[in-house]
């Protein structure tokens, strides 16, 4: 078996022991991010929420509603893809998302949907949308985030004051 082309330091910081094509650089990154976040992760930070939904929602190439249900502690209990659509448009029910939120007895919920087009900025619909999930989910005590990946962007409606 061969070693890693790097090497991790104590602190946590890599050195290549070569140099390496970008392609390389990429995989050896994809495999880091999976490893993180492979086990139910705890995401405490909007870098971890947004470095894991990048992992999860950009390879595809039409665009998918998924909810990452989370515990009071925000450790993943599930990241579930809801709704699939086509490469623009989506239609997502949130009894449905209420309904799996509380089967799962989460207390937030993150939702986040890509944009196949590369182009982070919610439409009104995406508006509309996290309006009636928040207040749908507001009735039963679970906070609500929301964000929208676009290849390697992402534009979180909280930071937006969209929320």
Known sequence: MNDPPYICDNSGLYT???????????????????????????LNSPEDVTDYLK????????????CIFLDSKNAVISFETLFWGTINSNVVY???VAKRALSLNATSVIFAHNHPSGNPEPSEQDRLLTDRLKT????????????????????????????
């Open 16 to 42: 290549f022991t070569r140099p390496l094509a970008e392609k390389e650089v990429i995989e050896i990154a994809c495999s880091l991010l999976k490893t993180k976040y492979d086990q139910n992760p705890i």
């Open 55 to 66: 992992l999860k929602l950009s390879p595809n190439d039409r665009e998918i509603f998924v």
């Open 94 to 96: 949130p009894r449905e």
């Open 136 to 163: 749908a989910l507001s009735l039963i005590d679970i906070s609500v985030l929301h964000i929208v990946v676009a290849g390697d962007k992402s534009l979180s409606f909280k930071n937006q004051g969209l929320i």
